[in-house]
């Protein structure tokens, strides 16, 4: 039974780090397309699709139980923002390095904490707001805005470079809190397999960015529509099959511990592949933001207080 229960385990952990690696990459492929990222979205959601599609057909998961409109609606729903979400996301990669901009995009956890404890009304614990303002510090180091590009900023006179980082970085963020609109509203349809849910989002994708495809401007080497590809099968369709079914082998505090393999692959593959310098400044940044991220999945409280 034991041993049963520490193969399954161990599946699932090779499943989940194999995700979260595959995660790492995504930046690469977005950026080596040469496509406009309503492109990149469309066609990912299009191969995805297929994908996914034809493995929930071939694994029974269209059952009509599953196509109650009030379902419907939540999954519906959870694919625009979640769609949205990859459109800001990738749009940012225009303005900012990938790697900084999924390391920005990995605070969603900060945002479905914060979010959880407003929609509910509860008081903001003393450790939730520190944590938050660590890791905004951290956002502020990996952007390095230093204090008169701030203040240019705020009077209209910032420079080029800190305006696009800065935009980069609001992108990234609006991303995360799309993201965590998404993670709310799925977890309302918790009853229906996730890879049936990802199939009707990706779907809802094809329709949301139809109108916004440039189909004058459609890759124009073989390797580029490798890299769609595989964005769309394998960074989508395999990747989302084999992470959710991690999901339900692993205990939530190990798979919070394995999530961060994803933003600290992208920043090797960044370094790498395009010889992105990370600063020491912007290193201190990821580790605040981490480690604020890190806190929060893992519940630790700060004791400010004695008893006397």
Request: proline share 2%.
């Amino acid at each position: 039974m034991n041993r049963s229960s520490n193969t399954i385990g161990s599946i699932g952990s090779i499943e989940l780090i194999l995700a979260m690696m595959l995660s790492g990459t995504i930046g690469y492929f977005v950026i080596s397309s040469g496509q406009a990222f309503w492109n990149v979205v469309f066609f990912r959601c299009v191969i995805g699709g297929l994908v996914l599609g034809g493995y929930a057909y071939y694994a029974g998961l269209i059952r009509r139980e599953y196509f109650q409109r009030s379902v419907l609606l939540m999954i519906v729903l959870g694919g625009i923002t979640l769609v949205g979400n990859w459109v800001f996301l990738f749009a940012s990669f225009n303005y900012i390095p990938f790697s900084i901009a999924t390391v920005a995009y990995h605070m969603q956890p900060l945002f479905l904490v914060l979010t959880g404890a407003l929609i509910t009304k509860e008081k903001l614990s003393g450790s939730l707001l520190f944590w938050l303002a660590l890791a905004f510090v951290g956002l502020f180091l990996i952007v390095e805005l230093d204090l008169n590009e701030i203040s240019a900023l705020f009077s209209g006179k910032a420079s080029n470079d800190g305006s696009y980082a800065l935009f980069g970085l609001s992108l990234a963020l609006g991303a995360a809190l799309l993201y965590t609109v998404t993670t709310l509203v799925t977890k309302k349809v918790s009853q229906v397999p996730s890879t049936f849910v990802a199939l009707v989002q990706v779907i809802v994708g094809v329709f949301m960015l139809l109108p916004f495809a440039d189909f004058d401007n459609l890759p124009t080497q073989s390797s580029q529509w490798f890299d769609l590809l595989i964005l769309g099968a394998v960074l989508t369709g395999f990747m989302y099959i084999i992470m959710y079914d991690s999901f339900q082998k692993l205990p939530t505090s190990l798979i919070a511990l394995l999530s961060f393999i994803y933003p600290i692959t992208a920043l090797f593959v960044d370094h790498f592949a395009f010889s992105t310098h990370i600063s020491l400044t912007q290193i201190l940044g990821v580790i605040l933001i981490l480690l604020a991220v890190s806190a929060v999945k893992f519940n630790w409280t700060l004791s400010l207080t004695q008893k006397r």
